[in-house]
């Protein structure tokens, strides 16, 4: 596979993070896993490496190379701690990619050096209490009077927020007293009105920052409008296009690091005096995981290209998302299995895979919002009756 979408850059970049996650990652995974700490040493590691800018333009601190490219590092950060991927992934693909796509010259000079260098987090809020899979129903309010907006309102899930230097977010743009739309908007962190709860406690991601974000009578200047106004609702839905393959490569990653575990473990375990993978119940477990995993692999790698040559690919990433995460939480649900009791165990590091396995297929869209997805662009092309 790697032969079909891989270039030479490519690989040598997942070489560095393959022995980045190895050396620097994998040996806090687990201590981060249970005392719910943010690993701010190695996100400034990351950022140093290049890992937070990786397909933004260099005019923009970026190291230019694509979001195959991305995908292959969320990938093999997955692989040892999925909590230290979701962050870089939603950094990226959520909190910086709209500046990227949708912003000014002056946006993009602002945020995007200090972002794709590290020096800067940023996140992404669009989910409401009441405006989930019904991302149309935001309740978040922004009130242009003159040259200022006046913003009411709150998000939940945002990722990252604790941390952020820069939040994006979606709210209804209200003008004259009239609605205009869903639009975009920037905020930066210690802006009056901004504030947060602690952080949620989470079933998995737990080393990952999770906050409500609220919006008290919050004031910021007009030229905090992200994009066209009149576009804002295209503007997060295409965001979140490319947010699925990411999360594609974070599923797969996350199915293939407890795969790799469970491979392990069979071939060091021994019953009635041969390894347990020369049992057939186990061997055919290994086997399907694996055609799965290669399956998602190929989903992921083939929507990450098309976005890269600017084709259509919304019903691909829908396509990449759903089957990966729904093979993650599969194979991480048979990887515990392979391992028997030890596999509920904390130290055999299978359960912590499996913690964080579910919400992928909740978060950048359920699978149910994904199968809506795919069938409706399935069905674009079908002849009128």
Known sequence: MERIYFTEEHKMLQEMVRDFAKN???????????????????VKKMGELGLMGIPWPEAYGGTGMDITAQCIAI??????????????????SLGSAPIFMFGTEDQKHKYLPKLSSGEMLGAFGLTEPSAGSDAGNTQTRAVLSGNEITVNGQKVFCTNAGHAGVIVFTAVLVEDGEEKGISAFLVNAGTDGLRM??????????ASDTRTVYFDNMRIPKENILGNPSNGFKQFLKTLTGGRITIGALALGTAQGAYELALKYSAERSAFGKPIHKFQGISFKLADMATRIQASR??????????????????????????????????????????GGYGYIKEYDVERFFRDAKVLEIGEGTSEVQRII?????????PAI
């Open 298 to 339: 190929h989903l992921v790698y083939h929507a990450a290209w098309l976005k890269d040559h600017n084709l259509p690919v919304i019903k691909e990433a829908a396509m990449a998302k759903l089957f990966a995460s729904e093979t993650a939480m599969w194979v991480t649900t048979e990887a515990i299995q392979v391992l």
């Open 75 to 92: 990938e093999e950060l997955a692989k040892v701690c999925v909590s230290t991927a979701v962050t870089m992934m939603a950094h990226t």
């Open 374 to 382: 795919i069938s409706r662009e399935l069905i674009k092309g079908l």
């Open 24 to 42: 620097e990652v994998a040996p806090i995974a687990r201590e981060i896993d249970e005392t719910g700490r943010f690993p701010h040493e190695t």
């Open 197 to 206: 709860d602690p952080p949620e406690k989470k079933m998995g991601w737990k």
